[in-house]
């Protein structure tokens, strides 16, 4: 039987119901200074309630008596065709962003010619990506990122843990530092491990000779090994910062009567704490494992010389390095393996559907950290092993190298200040870095709200299509980005010339909001996961719109993963080229293309300035990042 | 006797006065011409100074000389050059795509001689470029055709540690890399690509067929496309040979313990060519920029980067060991026609 909903607001909050109000009525639950005014809240609250999990609003909602505006938007926020209007709204804005250029790219497939050119439709893309040769290419790019995927989660569950719940001690120095190398630009990390490690020169393999008397190598950073140890370096970061805040996010209590039924420590991290934060887990997992399937860099740097064939530097190859490009086949490839990849979405999400991830409830709790007593100085030293040796090796190098006038060679006749000036001086480097912060503002700024809605209509609500607006984010991120840079072009040039995209700034803004939604869904997903529907509940019974709602309770609580999201966002957007160098305008270079310009040329050691430049913002803004989420926090 | 020799006489003299005949001919006639063609160019000039502006896409990514041409283009004719760079493909769709779409953003196109050829023969993109005063100065190796104009090109060499290499046991020839002693101590750009490692496969199977590119593959090498990353790590050492090295390298790693040598065989090298665009929007100061590319200043500007100038104007204050390095015999570049399949036999013999 539907209940009524004064009887909802009554079980969501039985003491603040009653609280000012007069016993008549449905004024006892909105203490309103008017009866208009309390008329006017009352019918949309009639509409507009019940967003849990039990009930979900289907009736189209009563227009109230007064007539002005607030009441007018009231009624549309929660009719049934306001909400249809505002998914189809969002599916047209996914459409664009992904659909349309996944589009150009299906055509490029199935086409013997790119779009514009006279061809014929075929096979022959898919036929030639079936043999047996590919598919060895495909397993081993597939254990590739496995073997980096699984060790680097491990580590990452346990430094989240480390720093989110424990009395560490810094924790909040050493949760920035922790997360540097994700920001780093991949080539200059690659070009300091090997320095490190190659097995002729390199350094590490010099001091474990030294220190053993043996002439024997023991790291090859040229291998398997240093493939897999190269990507770890991103995604051991890159999936701490997806995690740690669904830990911090989450109420002791549940451990804490783990503990009190008898639980030890291990059984309760693993029958409680892990499951709690399944959803940011296996997101973070599978962001990460895809992420490692389009890795270009690691495999390119480190596999090559080792004859290491992996998908994406095939899909290069065949674009960059064939005469003429063969861009049917580097389609069809990639379409595979965004198809595979997508089952693997959709085994996500059958795992996760129907199952409770709530961690934080309108009980009030206090984030308490669990005490290790002599044991934290332990964890203490286990982060800063891995900071030394994921930052301080390689970071070392790119700072040392950069007062040198060649990167690696330490002579005290070549120290120099030239490349700083160089880069300091250089026009190009600002225009590129004044455009980049632009871009990364606004896109960052955008992504994130345009990943909150889609979150929160995945997550949170009921609504028809919110399926296939999940899985329309979700695209993107399963296309290589030199193949989606492509469909960029195509799409935006053979856009109608009244639409003024291509060629301009914003050509570059909606390539990266594209490129950038499917991690902020994804973020915002796993923090609206473990809010319970009963503060959301308690906010629209009191009259709160649904706007105020989302922005006062909902992003209020999911700041911590908004703003780690944010700064995933921004610092991809610096880092991004594949679509960048194919849309970006004279007069709208970003940073990443100043980067390509000089390192093609040779210029590592200004590569290396900008990269420490990076290193430097990175720092400021997760430091001002966390300073926000403490202050949040306390305020809970 | 006598009327024998009277004849060879006669006949000389009339072959003597009709070549003399035939000389002064000419100059009356190309007197005009020429003016003419000087008054067309000044026209030009004035038209390219109306448009003030020329967008030039370019795939040689990061080259200083770009630097030069702005500066020097806007300073001589109050022209501005916008110029856009990307990688050689990333060029050629760019381009394809935007006269398709009919954006005409781009006047001209620089880009290396197999991608211009694809894009005349498939993308049909270009225009003729017409009359460009200092294309007779050419070399005969560089030679215009009425689309496209080389403006520069690339030599390649190998590069030696010269702490490891001594002086008598440098690579003389290219055969020498198959030499039992460099097994497995020679890093290479990617033969299986194009870009420089392509290159040299293609000239040496050209030069010296397959058997030697097989014995090639025999010494175990080690291919790697990070370049800037690879001259670096032949100077610290971690190979003493690498190959193909870019004659631009040169002046870029003085100081280090590096040396590039130049086989007595030749340099492979690849061109670069400009070619105006269709329906290009600023017709006339891209004709201009063509011109200037290959007019001496410019030519100086690339020969100072170890490019290879294509003009035979005479060139003063390069580098000594750059200059030297560029008067090397060349051994030749790829045919466009051929290339893929260059490339397909280099992923057979080097798996």
Known sequence: MERSWQEKAECANPARSFASAKPTGAEKFCARPSLIELAENLYPQQVNMAISADERVKDPGRVPFAAGLRARLRVLEGTAASRTAGVALLVVILAFLSIYPLSMLLYGSLHSTPPGMAGVFNLDGYQAVLTRQNLVMLLNTVGISLAKTIPSLVIAVLLAWILARTDTPFRGALEVLVTLPFFIPPILTAMAWGMLGNPQVGLLNQLYQWATGSSNSPIN??????????????????????????????????????????????????????????????????????????????????????????????????????????????????????????????????????????????????????????????????????????????????????????????????????????????????????????????????????????????????WRGRMLIDVMAWLPWMMPGIVLGVGFLWGFALLPHAIPIYGTIWALLLAYISLGTPLSVQVMSSAYSQLSYDIEECSRVHGASWLQTMRHIMIALAWPSFAVGWVLVFFGIMRELSASVLLYSVGSEVLSVVLLKLWTNGNAEQVSVIGLMMIVLVVLFRWVQLKVIKARISTL | MTSGNDQAERRWITRRAALLGLAAGSVVFSAPEAARAEDEWGKLVAAARNEGHVVLYSAFVGLAAHQNLKKDLEAAYGITVDILEARASEVRERIRIEQAAGRFAVDVSENGRTTTTLQIEQDHVFDPHGMLPSAGRLKAEFRADDIRVPVFAIVYGILANTRLVKPDDEPKSWLDLADPRWKGKILSDDFRALGGGGVLFYVLEDHYGRDVLEKLAKQDLKFSREIPANERRIARGEYPLYVPVSLTSVPELKGLPVKFLAPREGLPFIGYDLALLKNAPNPNAARLLMEYCIGQKMQQAYANLGLLPVTADPLSGVDPAVAELGKSKLLGTTDPARMDQLLALARQIYP
């Open chain 1, 221 to 462: 950073v040229y291998s398997y090994g240093g493939v897999i140890w190269h990507m770890m370096q991103y995604s051991i970061p890159f999936m701490f910062l997806l995690i740690v805040d669904a830990f911090r996010a989450m109420d002791p209590s549940l451990e804490e009567a783990a503990r009190m039924c008898g639980a030890s420590r291990w059984r309760t991290f693993r029958t409680v704490t892990l499951l709690l934060i399944l959803p940011a887990l296996s997101s973070a997992a599978i962001l990460s494992f895809i992420r490692g399937i389009e890795n270009f860099e690691s495999p390119l740097f480190f596999g090559s010389p080792a004859g290491i064939r992996v998908i994406t530097t095939d899909i290069y190859d065949s674009i960059n390095q064939r005469s003429p490009p063969q861009y049917q086949y580097a389609t069809a490839v990639s379409f595979v393996i965004m198809a595979l990849l997508l089952l693997i979405v959709l085994l996500q999400w059958k795992l996760l559907r129907g199952r409770n991830f709530t961690t934080v409830s309108g009980k009030g709790y206090s984030p308490t950290v669990m005490k290790l007593g002599k044991w934290r100085w332990a964890t203490f030293a286990f982060c800063v092993l891995f900071f030394a040796v994921t930052v301080v090796l390689p970071v070392g190098q790119l700072l040392i190298g950069s007062f040198f006038k060649f990167f690696g060679f330490y002579q005290w006749d070549m120290l120099t200040l030239e490349h700083y000036r160089a880069v300091f001086g250089s026009s190009e480097f600002w225009r590129g870095f004044g455009n980049t912060m632009l871009l990364g503002l606004a896109g960052a700024s955008l992504t994130m709200v345009l990943g909150g809605v889609v979150a929160y209509i995945s997550v949170r609500t009921k």
